[in-house]
């Protein structure tokens, strides 16, 4: 079975520039998740779905990061004009929707973004 | 609202000596509770979880975590460590019930095990 698929592996950019990761979750995953993981910190949600509706985007910077997955299979994570402040490494985690499994996350190697 | 502190932010022990990493979590509901590791440039692995029943679970390479309500605890644990176990840990609590799915993760412990 394949993992979760995260690409790129990582991105540099000049402050102002635009970046979109991309994610592929495990096959028959419905819920979807994008994890901000700074350096040295634990990771922190973005953003989740459940199939292809958003569920809590409550901590998503709204007025410059956007998430889609209109089939409820890939997701895309967008920032629009990023910041210093966005060096991060990006995770993208899927689990299954049943049962005690859906509590089990499994994430992918993650995007490492530095803005310069 | 969920949380979880993990107090030590580095560890380092010997090689072959017994490791414990400490997780305390806030919860307003009976917690899941879960232990990950982070090798270097590598996602997040799971290595053990607690749902219900026995508060000691097994997990994957030796480990094992124990769950305390009573002091909202959930410390892993290692007999003997390896070089091997060098990497970062990181407690995560979600609460049970609801079809909020939300895992909530500590600022990890980064683990040196020296030879």
Same mark, same amino acid.
């Given at each position: @079975?394949?993992?979760?698929?995260?690409?790129?592996?990582?991105?540099?950019?000049? @402050?102002?520039?635009?970046?979109?990761?991309?994610?592929?979750? /495990?096959?028959?995953?419905?819920?979807?998740?994008?994890?901000?993981?700074?350096?040295?910190?634990?990771?922190?949600?973005?953003?989740?779905?459940?199939? @292809?509706?958003? /569920?809590?985007?409550?901590?998503?910077?709204?007025?410059?990061?956007?998430?889609?997955?209109?089939?409820?299979?890939?997701?895309?994570?967008? /920032?629009?004009?990023?910041?210093?402040?966005?060096?991060?490494?990006?995770?993208?985690? $899927? $689990?299954?929707?049943?049962?005690?499994?859906?509590?089990?996350?499994?994430?992918?190697?993650?995007?490492?973004?530095?803005?310069? | 609202? %969920?949380?979880?502190?993990?107090? #030590?932010?580095?560890?380092?022990?010997?090689?072959?000596?017994?490791?414990?990493?400490?997780?305390? =979590?806030?919860?307003? !509901?009976?917690? &899941?509770?879960?232990? &990950?590791? %982070?090798?270097?440039?590598?996602?997040?692995?799971?290595?053990? +979880? =607690?749902?219900?029943? #026995?508060? *000691?679970? %097994?997990? *994957?390479?030796?480990?094992?975590?124990?769950?305390?309500?009573?002091?909202?605890?959930?410390?892993?644990?290692?007999?003997? !460590?390896?070089?091997?176990?060098?990497?970062? &840990?990181?407690?995560? !609590?979600?609460?049970?019930?609801?079809?909020?799915?939300?895992?909530?993760?500590? +600022?990890?412990? +980064?683990?040196? *095990? +020296?030879?």
């Amino acid at each position: @079975e394949a993992g979760v698929t995260q690409s790129p592996r990582y991105a540099v950019l000049q @402050e102002g520039q635009a970046v979109s990761f991309w994610c592929d979750p /495990i096959s028959g995953h419905d819920t979807l998740y994008w994890y901000q993981q700074p350096r040295d910190q634990g990771p922190q949600l973005l953003v989740y779905f459940r199939d @292809e509706a958003v /569920i809590d985007n409550s901590q998503l910077p709204s007025d410059r990061f956007s998430a889609v997955r209109p089939k409820g299979t890939n997701s895309t994570l967008k /920032i629009q004009s990023a910041k210093q402040g966005d060096t991060a490494t990006y995770l993208c985690a $899927s $689990s299954p929707g049943l049962g005690y499994s859906q509590n089990t996350l499994y994430f992918g190697a993650g995007t490492r973004l530095s803005v310069l | 609202a %969920q949380s979880v502190t993990q107090p #030590d932010a580095r560890v380092t022990v010997s090689e072959g000596a017994s490791l414990q990493l400490r997780c305390k =979590y806030s919860s307003s !509901v009976t917690p &899941y509770l879960f232990w &990950y590791v %982070q090798y270097p440039r590598q996602g997040l692995q799971l290595l053990l +979880k =607690y749902y219900s029943g #026995d508060p *000691v679970v %097994q997990g *994957v390479n030796g480990f094992e975590a124990e769950f305390s309500k009573s002091n909202s605890s959930f410390h892993l644990r290692k007999a003997s !460590v390896h070089w091997s176990d060098s990497a970062v &840990y990181f407690c995560a !609590v979600r609460n049970s019930g609801g079809s909020n799915a939300k895992l909530t993760f500590g +600022k990890g412990t +980064k683990l040196s *095990v +020296k030879s």
